[in-house]
């Protein structure tokens, strides 16, 4: 049975990074936004609520978590753009998805994802590799490239996406 924590396996950067792999990555990086309006067309409020895992977010949940996430990782890119490996503030993505604002309709995240993966693809699409190669550091995780990140951001999208479809189909 597959671990429903990791419907699409967890996250492997590659030793070697192509161009068509950074290519790949910032597609979905532009895709992700019409991927969950596919997926949450027609939900019902009471679909919404539903986990995708026992003690897992909800459809919801995981809506805003995406916003709050990719926003961090936008700001991070922006940082490392102007910054010399600056250190990073991570965040407890458990405790921000009890804040009041989880509750909220999906809406207004998703309008979030949607302008946010829009100046995010434009700003991707202007990078050079060598500007792929600048970093920053995060406390728990170290020194981490924007090309690396950009992998992760990727599949972070499509991972949650698939908790929101596990869960929207049950």
Avoid at 11 to 33: G, H, N, S
């Amino acid at each position: 049975m597959t671990d429903l924590r990791y419907p699409i396996g967890q996250f492997q950067f590659p030793e070697v990074v192509t161009a068509q792999q950074v290519q790949e990555w910032m597609k979905d990086i532009r895709q992700l936004p019409k991927q969950i309006a596919e997926a949450l067309n027609g939900a019902s409020e009471q679909a919404l609520k539903k986990s995708y895992r026992e003690n897992g977010w909800t459809v919801t949940q995981l809506v805003h978590h995406i916003a709050d996430s990719h926003m961090n990782s936008f700001i991070r890119f922006k940082l490392a753009l102007t910054e010399d490996a600056p250190t990073i503030k991570p965040y407890n993505e458990e405790e921000w998805a009890k804040l009041p604002g989880s509750k909220m309709p999906v809406s207004t995240s998703y309008k979030m994802i949607e302008g946010l993966h829009e100046r995010w693809v434009y700003l991707l699409k202007s990078l050079t590799e060598e500007q792929l190669q600048r970093a920053f550091h995060h406390p728990d995780s170290g020194l981490m490239t924007l090309e690396k990140a950009l992998a992760l951001y990727a599949w972070h999208g499509k991972h949650h996406l698939a908790h929101i479809q596990i869960a929207l189909a049950k």
